[in-house]
Every structure is written in C-alpha cells, then in structure tokens.
Nanobody
Framework: QIQLVESGGGLVQAGGSLRLSCAASGRTTRSHVMGWFRQAPGKEREFVAAITWSGDSTHYADSVKGRFTISINNANNTGFLQMNSLKSEDTAVYTC???????????????????WGQGAQVTVSS
C-alpha cells in the first residue's frame, strides 16, 4: 500500500494559479501511475489528470487540457498538479491517487486506484 499526502490547496481568484503536491511513501515501481481527481459539492468525482511514475506519459481531462500540467519527481516520489488560468468551475476537493495501472488512459477510472490522499480544497473565486 502506498501512502499519499497532499498539500497546496487554497483560495485563488479566477485566472490565478495554484500548485498541488502529492508526496508518496511506500513501495512504488515504474508500473505505477499517479492520478488526480476532483469532486465538487453535489457532483460525482471526476478524473483530472494522470502520469506514469517514470513521467513519460500523461493524460488529461478535456476540461483542464492546456491549463493544468501534471508532473512527477520520481527521485523523491512526489507528484504535482500545476493549475493555471483557474475558473470558478474548477472549485472542488482535489485528491491524488496511485496504483499499478496498465496505462494513463485506464487511470481515468477511479476504481483502478487503491491508494488515495486525504484531499485538498481548491476554491476559485470569480
């Protein structure tokens, strides 16, 4: 089991930027994928982005493509979600997840992840 600890949420004005971090501990391999999901009040959890542990493959939800960037420092097992040009509709609790998954596309399904962080609130004011 991998333990995940997030940091970096907060309040930002529309058009601003935030960066989320996700520190992983435990046994990770190059077969692992880190994903980010978000859940807004009254809505279902939705996929945001995913990256292979090697960092060589990424995948994004259409709603964040071109604005968000996922990355990973596999030397210290920390993943990042850089969020630019934030909109009010990006307001949600953001949670990172990790597991051994066959591809970043398969990472769109939250049920493929067994390890989850505690979540970080991101609030974008308009």
């Amino acid at each position: 089991q991998i333990q995940l600890v997030e940091s970096g949420g907060g309040l930002v004005q529309a058009g601003g930027s935030l960066r989320l971090s996700c520190a992983a501990s435990g046994r990770t391999t190059r077969s692992h994928v880190m994903g980010w999901f978000r859940q807004a009040p009254g809505k279902e959890r939705e996929f945001v982005a995913a990256i292979t542990w090697s960092g060589d493959s990424t995948h994004y939800a259409d709603s964040v493509k071109g604005r968000f960037t996922i990355s990973i420092n596999n030397a210290n097992n920390t993943g990042f979600l850089q969020m630019n040009s934030l909109k009010s509709e990006d307001t949600a609790v953001y949670t990172c997840a990790a597991d051994r998954i066959s591809s970043v596309v398969a990472a769109r399904l939250s049920r493929n992840f067994g390890s989850w962080g505690q979540g970080a609130q991101v609030t974008v004011s308009s």
